[in-house]
């Protein structure tokens, strides 16, 4: 059962959030009528078996694809009554992502792929964030360096800091550690929880795996398209156990990033 304390003022919302793929018999329904809040200065995960709707929630209350049916809320905005330019700004400005496969441009600098944002946007990082940022994630010896010069590790690295860049409201991850070791990944983890502790972002993280959960202040479990449960203060073997009980334990650690 999802619970939700009320004195917690809300980062992100979803209400009766509906995505239809595709029309007729062959429509699939990757949402279906989902409802949850996501409250500001906490590290959330979302799981659930592949196909359960994961990255397809994470995706449209980012603003990066639009619902069926239904609203989705960054702060008090509703983003279904904003114009394109004024999504595209609230993506930039209000919203940091990091994608499984980076995403980086592969011509560019680690430095110059940071700050891109602002770059886009006509303006220049402030120096001591920046300065800030790379010491957290350990870039300060790679800024010079191109993508294909940077292990896996580090290229999210770049892409943790470049969602980090502009300060905020909402840092949506989607399964950013599946392309990565253990050992990598866990440093990745680590990043996420210090932006939560240290720099009092929210942070919304799609993952597969328990142990990536646990790093969590909460995690949400999705089924069929929508919110079925929640754990707080997870653990490991907790949240693993709750996915046997789905019944897909082995399922979702097998997905490993697969579409969802």
Same mark, same amino acid.
């Given at each position: 059962?999802?619970?939700?304390?009320?004195?917690? =003022?809300?980062?992100?919302?979803?209400?009766?959030?509906?995505?239809?793929?595709?029309?007729?018999?062959?429509?699939?329904?990757?949402?279906?009528?989902?409802?949850?809040?996501? =409250?500001?200065?906490?590290?959330?995960?979302?799981?659930?078996?592949?196909?359960?709707?994961?990255?397809?929630?994470?995706?449209?209350?980012?603003?990066?694809?639009?619902?069926?049916?239904?609203?989705?809320?960054?702060?008090?905005?509703?983003?279904?009554?904003?114009?394109?330019?004024?999504?595209?700004?609230?993506?930039?400005?209000?919203?940091?992502?990091?994608?499984?496969?980076?995403?980086?441009?592969?011509?560019?600098?680690?430095?110059?792929?940071?700050?891109?944002?602002?770059?886009?946007?006509?303006?220049?990082?402030? =120096?001591?964030?920046?300065?800030?940022?790379?010491?957290?994630?350990?870039?300060?010896?790679?800024?010079?360096?191109?993508?294909?010069?940077?292990?896996?590790?580090?290229?999210?690295?770049?892409?943790?800091?470049?969602?980090?860049?502009?300060?905020?409201?909402?840092?949506?991850?989607?399964? =950013?550690?599946?392309?990565?070791?253990?050992?990598?990944?866990?440093?990745?983890?680590?990043?996420?929880?210090?932006?939560?502790?240290?720099?009092?972002?929210?942070?919304?993280?799609?993952?597969?795996?328990?142990?990536?959960?646990?790093?969590?202040?909460?995690?949400?479990?999705?089924?069929?398209?929508?919110?079925?449960?929640?754990?707080?203060?997870?653990?490991?073997?907790?949240?693993?156990?709750?996915?046997?009980?789905?019944?897909?334990?082995?399922?979702?650690?097998?997905?490993?990033?697969?579409?969802?």
């Amino acid at each position: 059962m999802l619970t939700y304390d009320p004195n917690l =003022p809300v980062a992100a919302s979803a209400e009766r959030a509906t995505k239809v793929y595709g029309v007729g018999p062959t429509a699939v329904r990757a949402l279906d009528e989902a409802t949850l809040a996501i =409250p500001v200065g906490r590290l959330t995960a979302v799981m659930g078996p592949s196909g359960s709707g994961k990255s397809t929630l994470l995706q449209c209350m980012a603003g990066l694809d639009t619902l069926t049916d239904g609203s989705v809320r960054i702060g008090g905005d509703d983003l279904s009554q904003l114009s394109d330019n004024e999504l595209t700004v609230l993506r930039r400005d209000r919203i940091g992502f990091v994608f499984q496969a980076y995403n980086l441009v592969p011509t560019l600098t680690a430095e110059a792929n940071i700050v891109l944002p602002h770059t886009l946007a006509g303006r220049k990082a402030d =120096p001591e964030w920046f300065d800030q940022v790379v010491t957290t994630v350990g870039l300060a010896d790679r800024l010079t360096h191109r993508p294909a010069e940077l292990s896996g590790g580090q290229q999210q690295r770049v892409a943790v800091a470049r969602a980090l860049i502009t300060r905020p409201e909402l840092v949506f991850a989607d399964e =950013p550690t599946g392309n990565l070791d253990s050992h990598a990944g866990a440093e990745i983890l680590g990043f996420l929880r210090q932006a939560v502790d240290g720099f009092d972002q929210t942070v919304v993280m799609v993952t597969h795996d328990p142990v990536a959960a646990a790093y969590a202040d909460s995690v949400i479990f999705l089924a069929d398209g929508r919110p079925v449960d929640q754990i707080d203060q997870p653990t490991a073997q907790a949240v693993l156990d709750r996915m046997k009980a789905f019944g897909d334990a082995g399922h979702a650690l097998e997905a490993n990033g697969a579409p969802s």
